[in-house]
């Protein structure tokens, strides 16, 4: 092979296109790290409308761990206590099976649980959906989405009546003011962030705000910095709200025709003058009147959102009010405007358009209606009532269902929760109860596979082709473009295999992931994501924005029938067909800060890693960049607590601590303090943020509250030796990442 592969970044929501091509090359010398691997070639796609040849640190260095510390045979052990011993695949599917039948027939089927991720390709989510809930009659299907845009969805679903993000990254560069809220876009989405930064900088009138209590590298461009306390966003956005309104900056021609609910809306935001708000966030009047006026001087407004917003106790709500600014202001449906929540990762999207949650199905139809629940049947050839009408356990949902024994597989794919879920520690104790867990992963060791019964090796990208849908509902094909590691297989023909040797031999026929795709696509027809067009031939040829409806393909494709963006004639898809507004009073935080715990912990993502580092942690060139994990904190509180830079601190929350060194820094308000989530228990002792977060969630979306916690700091020189284990020397030592797990 010696033309490139083109295919998408696995990593980021932003979708970047990628040309992929091998270590050696005709008249080149072999492409090799410095261990001397081989490592493939990578560079930007040109021709990706989505990231027009642009690609960050992670992208250019995906390669690099493709054939590290990979998990290559299925592995087998019976009890958590001992150690694990290579088995054939035979061997691992035949214990799977019947330990999948034997909980259905003693405990029922909603003792089953898969527990998936924004990392899987479309066909390795609708296969997973068909198995658990057409074949097994268990929603308990949930993704590690739950814990990162399932407020979104939530947000969406109930102001539109539809999930799908309406704007699309030709707005960035259509946008008169660009309203960046719980987002490290710079980042965390950097080719998005280069797309805006660069219409900044050439439009003088454009705007940025950022909305962040760090003072991050995305606030660092922003023409206003609003540096809110964790947890006041909805004071601050009822407060932009309120002074809109007190200035006439509202949209009464839209609000009319186009929303409901415009009358108890404005009743909250009329209890939100500007004195109060300020006051509540931590901010100046004059800070928060400047962001009121940009909003209003603007004609197109473009609200990015991601974590900061989402993972929070009141992240639906959160969301709402977000969206309410934009109907308050009819900036929804047309060039350079709208509330845009991005994806955080590669087919996060595609989890949503495959019904990858436990309370959705495939076709952006949800479990509790009659009607989407049959049309599913149906599809599937299922009997009537296949389909249960109860949504399933979410994420957090089925670790208590681990605690208490009521689960009785968990069955683990593409995600890592021994390290990403809340209070860790519970999780860990909860995961140790479980009867079966299965961990389906591409890499060995990770700090999931410690509470493994048995370890299947999954193919991951490269290895196996199919379908991703990036933040903007870019449709992508991604190929394989090398034979897959040891025995590893695809998730989809894992799932499917399974679902065969369960008895549903004609529901799993599929030859190859290009059928799975084509019977999805069917499920997707009439709906606001129909892309009842696209195939993976069609794919083939570029990547393709939905909506794209099968009568959009022909000789000349009928531009009308597809479009870069959603709502514009207006209607939704509600009851009424109007948006509707919700009316939200701002709640705080779920763990507020008192004299015991007097410090708010956020956490977040460092530009080079990827959540808990099974690739980039493997890969030098990122690893470098991040020697050590680390806890910021404002230079007046180190002051006070009397710690120095690199001194090592503990911090504790009523569920756990974590020793990490000090980074003193004004970039973050004073009274908080921030540790990145990527240092699992693989990578460094005591470093885990996860150990300090509690399980808090929103009622609505069930999204639990990773931003915040209340946290006590006691630099370690101060803890006495004899009531830890360890002493503050040995902790420094065990601090040195791991250059190898
Ligand atoms: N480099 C890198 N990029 C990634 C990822 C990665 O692991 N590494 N992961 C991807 C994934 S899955 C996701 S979900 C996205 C996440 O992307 P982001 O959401 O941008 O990333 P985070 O760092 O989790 O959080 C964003 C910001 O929220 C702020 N924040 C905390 N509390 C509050 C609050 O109360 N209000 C407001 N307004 N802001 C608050 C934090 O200070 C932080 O800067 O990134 C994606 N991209
Ligand atoms: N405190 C705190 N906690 C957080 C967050 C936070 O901001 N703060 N963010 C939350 C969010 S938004 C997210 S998305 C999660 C992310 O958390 P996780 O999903 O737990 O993190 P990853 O490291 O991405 O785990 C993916 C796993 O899938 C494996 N893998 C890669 N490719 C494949 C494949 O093709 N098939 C299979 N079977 N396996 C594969 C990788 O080796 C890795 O072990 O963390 C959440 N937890
Ligand atoms: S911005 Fe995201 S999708 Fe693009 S190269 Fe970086 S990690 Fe990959
Ligand atoms: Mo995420």
């Known amino acids: 092979m010696t033309k490139p592969v083109k295919t998408l970044c696995p990593y980021c929501g932003v979708g970047c296109g990628l040309e992929v091509l091998p270590p050696a090359l005709p008249g080149k010398p072999v492409n090799r790290d410095s261990a001397g691997t081989p490592i493939w070639r990578v560079r930007g796609d040109q021709a990706h409308p989505s990231s027009k040849g642009q690609v ?53 089927p909603d003792a089953i649980c898969m527990y998936g991720s924004g990392q899987f390709q479309t066909e390795d989510y609708y296969i997973a959906q068909k198995l658990l809930k057409g074949c097994l009659g268990t929603n308990n299907f949930d993704a590690n989405s739950r814990l990162c845009m399932s407020s979104a ?58 909305v962040d209590p ?43 025709e186009c929303t409901s609910g415009f009358a108890s809306f404005a009743g909250v935001i009329s209890q939100y003058p500007p004195e109060l708000v300020a006051r509540a966030c931590g901010i100046r009047v004059d800070e928060l009147e400047k962001a009121a006026r940009y909003w209003s001087e603007s004609q197109r407004v473009l609200s990015l959102w991601s974590m900061g917003i989402n993972q929070s106790s009141e992240g639906t709500a959160k969301c ?26 590669p087919n996060a999207m595609g989890g949503r358009e495959a019904g990858g949650l436990a309370h959705i199905l495939p076709g952006y139809r949800v479990v509790k209606n009659p009607q989407h629940r049959q049309e599913v049947e149906q599809a599937w050839q ?124 004609k529901e799993f026929a599929f030859a190859n992931s290009a059928e799975v795709y084509a019977e999805f696509v069917q499920l997707t027809r009439d709906r606001i994501c129909d892309m009842s067009g696209l195939s993976h031939d069609l794919l083939k040829n570029g990547p393709i924005q939905w909506p794209f409806p099968a009568c959009a393909v022909g000789d000349t494709i009928d531009a009308t029938a597809t479009g870069k963006r959603l709502y514009t004639n207006h209607r939704f898809p509600t009851e009424d067909g109007r948006a509707k507004f919700s009316a939200f009073h701002a709640k705080g935080l779920a763990e507020a800060p008192d004299p015991n715990y007097p410090f708010v912990l956020t956490t977040g993502r460092l530009y080079g890693h990827w959540h808990t580092q099974s690739r980039t942690g493997r890969i030098e060139k990122v690893a470098g960049m991040y020697p050590n994990p680390f806890v910021e904190i404002h230079p007046r509180d180190a002051a006070r607590i009397g710690i120095q830079e690199g001194e090592v601190l503990e911090v504790r929350s009523r569920r756990g ?85």
């Open 56 to 108: 960050c640190v992670k992208g250019a260095t995906v390669t690099g761990a493709l054939d590290k510390d990979r998990l290559r045979y299925p592995m087998m052990r019976d009890s958590l206590d001992q150690p694990f011993r290579q088995v054939t695949w035979e061997a691992a599917l035949q214990r799977v099976v019947r330990e999948l039948k034997t909980v259905h027939a003693n405990q029922g």
């Open 214 to 256: 760090r003072r991050t590298k995305t606030a660092e461009k922003a023409d206003l910095h609003l540096a809110i306390k964790p947890g006041t966003d909805i004071n601050l956005l009822n407060g932009i709200a309120h002074l809109l309104m007190r200035w006439g900056k509202f949209d009464s021609l839209f609000i009319d």
């Open 153 to 210: 969805v939530a947000g969406y679903i109930q102001s539109f009546g539809s999930d799908g993000p309406p704007a699309c990254y030709d707005d960035l560069e259509q946008t008169d003011c660009a309203f960046l809220i719980g987002t490290n876009t710079a980042e965390c989405h950097p080719i998005v962030f280069n797309r805006l930064l660069k219409h900044h900088k050439k439009n003088r009138h454009v705007k940025m705000i950022v």
């Open 382 to 505: 299922r009997p009537p009532g296949s389909i249960s009408s109860q949504p399933g356990l979410a994420a957090w949902d089925m670790i208590l269902g681990l605690e208490n024994q009521s689960v009785g597989v968990f069955w683990v794919a593409a995600t890592n929760p021994a390290v990403s879920m809340p209070d860790i520690k519970r999780t860990k104790a909860a995961l140790l109860k479980s009867r079966f867990t299965i961990c389906q992963d591409a890499y060995y060791p990770t700090e999931m596979a410690d509470y493994a019964h048995v370890l299947l090796p999954a193919a991951q990208w490269g290895e196996k082709t199919g379908i991703m849908t990036n933040s903007e509902r870019v449709v992508n094909y991604c190929p394989a473009f090398r034979e897959p590691v040891g025995e590893a297989r695809a998730d989809w023909e894992i799932f499917a295999e399974v679902g065969r040797r369960l008895g549903f031999e």
């Open 657 to 741: 601590f974590a020793r990490v060194p000090t980074k003193i820094t004004k970039a973050i308000a004073p009274g908080t303090v921030f540790i990145p989530m990527h240092w699992g228990a693989l990578w460094a002792k005591h470093a885990e943020v996860n150990a300090l977060t509690h399980p808090e969630v929103c009622p609505i979306s069930l999204e639990p509250e990773l931003k915040a916690c209340a946290v006590q700091l006691i630099p370690t020189k101060n803890l006495s030796i004899d009531s830890d284990e360890d002493t503050a020397d040995q902790l420094a030592s065990s601090l040195v990442t791991h250059s190898h797990p």
């Open 320 to 345: 709402r009010t977000i969206i309410n600014l934009h109907l308050m202001t009819g900036t929804i449906g047309k060039p350079g405007c709208g509330p845009f929540s991005l994806t955080g990762q």
